[in-house]
């Protein structure tokens, strides 16, 4: 997965569309289309943020946006919209995308603040814990495919 631009509406993390598409290697319009068949399970305001009007204007002009600058309604998603995304695709590769983008793209904020007020030694710690972690996790995916295959 490449690295994902950061989007934020309301200090909240999201994804757009787009993004999620790209991420969970799908188009568009299967993302649309899973929605849609199950819009009675998406809530808004807790997995996704409809942009319309005077709102989708002001993030379009702030957030030097990427896509269709002719749309009328943006759907950003939520860390828990993007969850049930992967369900509704209920792909390995949406499912491991989903587990990388809670690690890395929906929670590393907060760390980051955190790691920035540590002692310089402290934060050398945080890396070599980090990039163990990392090595364990990708371990345990290898095993977990060696196992399936």
Known sequence: MEEIKVTEYNNIRVLTTQQLAEAYEADSKTISNNFNRNRERYIEGKHFICLEGEDLREFKTSHQFDESSRINKLYLWTEKGTFLHAKSLNTDKAWEVYDRLVDNYFH???????????????????????????????????????QRL
Do not use: G
């Not at 590393?108 to 990039?131: C, G, H, N, Y």
């Open 108 to 146: 590393t904020k907060e760390s980051q603040v955190a790691v920035q007020e540590l002692p310089p030694e402290m934060q050398m710690f945080k890396q070599i814990w980090d990039a163990q972690a990392k090595q364990y996790n990708e371990q345990k995916r290898q095993a977990e495919q060696i």
